[in-house]
């Protein structure tokens, strides 16, 4: 199926059955996700039984009750994301850091290098204590929502890299061979 894991609608017979779930999310999902309206729509539900919520949508139903469904979790989770009604992917906030790991982390410095950044949630409590971090994530889209993310935190120290982790490095190395020391 092409629509595995995105975030679709589907009819059965005179209902519609709202997937609950999607673990992938599209540029043209976090483009509808950006939207003022939509925003104001997901901050004003957010008590609200996601598949009721995915129910009264004539469109973006399953992505919009998702979207409610993980911020209500990341309210104890990641309640700094909460609060800034951040993109949440399912698969990705199932596999971050919670906040409250990510603050324990005692490193601080110049420059951070976070090679596994999905979500940010280290990469946000580390750029607390480092002046710059670098977050290098291979997927597009995730880097694109780790962007969008850290704007709605106010985090401007964290610069995201498109990049898997190997080439990310390797990249370094060779600046490193050929930029004489200063």
Do not use: W
Not at 85 to 98: D, G, H, K, T, V
Not at 146 to 175: C, D, K, T
């Amino acid at each position: 199926d092409q629509n595995q894991g995105r975030c679709t609608d589907r009819k059965i017979g005179r209902y519609q059955k709202i997937t609950d779930i999607c673990t992938m999310i599209t540029s043209n999902d976090i483009a509808t996700l950006l939207d003022p309206q939509l925003r104001g729509y997901i901050a004003g539900h957010l008590s609200d039984d996601p598949g009721r919520v995915a129910l009264s949508l004539r469109e973006h139903g399953a992505l919009v009750a998702t979207q409610i469904k993980y911020l209500q979790r990341a309210r104890v989770k990641l309640p700094s994301y909460y609060a800034a009604l951040c993109i949440l992917p399912p698969l990705s906030f199932e596999q971050s850091s919670s906040e409250e790991t990510a603050s324990v982390k005692r490193y601080s410095g110049n420059t951070c290098l976070d090679l596994t950044c999905g979500l940010g949630v280290d990469a946000f409590y580390l750029s607390k204590r480092f002046r710059q971090v670098i977050a290098v994530e291979r997927n597009a889209e995730l880097s694109e929502i780790a962007r969008i993310n850290f704007r709605l935190l106010g985090v401007q120290n964290i610069r995201v890299v498109n990049s898997p982790a190997e080439a990310f490095l390797e990249q370094l190395r060779e600046q490193r061979q050929t930029t004489p020391d200063r």
